[in-house]
Nanobody, 124 residues
Framework: QVQLVESGGGLVQSGGSLRLSCTAS????????MHWFRQAPGKEREGVSC????????DYADSVKGRFTIYRDNAANTVYLQMNSLKPEDTAVYYC?????????????????WGKGALVTVSS
């Protein structure tokens, strides 16, 4: 059974850091393009970052460039999102997703496996 399970969310003060983890089961994460999306209350889901399966090329939304870093640990079958210098506008539910070979970046509509999400709350 294919599953993506996120962890590492929580409450942090503005300027703080969190690291989200997404562990895959039922498939090999290294062979897939992996994505992080987020959805803030009352807003549409947006792409945050992704990492390509072949060369680990990464992509970031302009709003998080220079603050967030995506990377994978193939041995752990896990992809991470290190989030530094967090801002209140980063408050959202963060989702891990994959569309297998859809590339990086890609739209949410192209994903077909999603985690249940991890809530990140940044207080001012």
């Amino acid at each position: 059974q294919v599953q993506l399970v996120e962890s590492g969310g929580g409450l942090v003060q503005s300027g703080g850091s969190l690291r989200l983890s997404c562990t895959a089961s039922g498939f090999t994460l290294a062979y897939n393009d992996m994505h992080w999306f987020r959805q803030a209350p009352g807003k549409e889901r947006e792409g945050v970052s992704c990492i390509h399966r072949n060369d680990d090329k990464t992509d970031y939304a302009d709003s998080v460039k220079g603050r967030f870093t995506i990377y994978r640990d193939n041995a752990a079958n896990t992809v991470y999102l290190q989030m530094n210098s967090l801002k209140p506008e980063d408050t959202a539910v963060y989702y891990c997703a994959t569309g297998r070979y859809v590339g990086c970046p890609a739209a949410a509509a192209d994903m077909f496996f999603w985690g249940k999400g991890a809530l990140v709350t940044v207080s001012s």
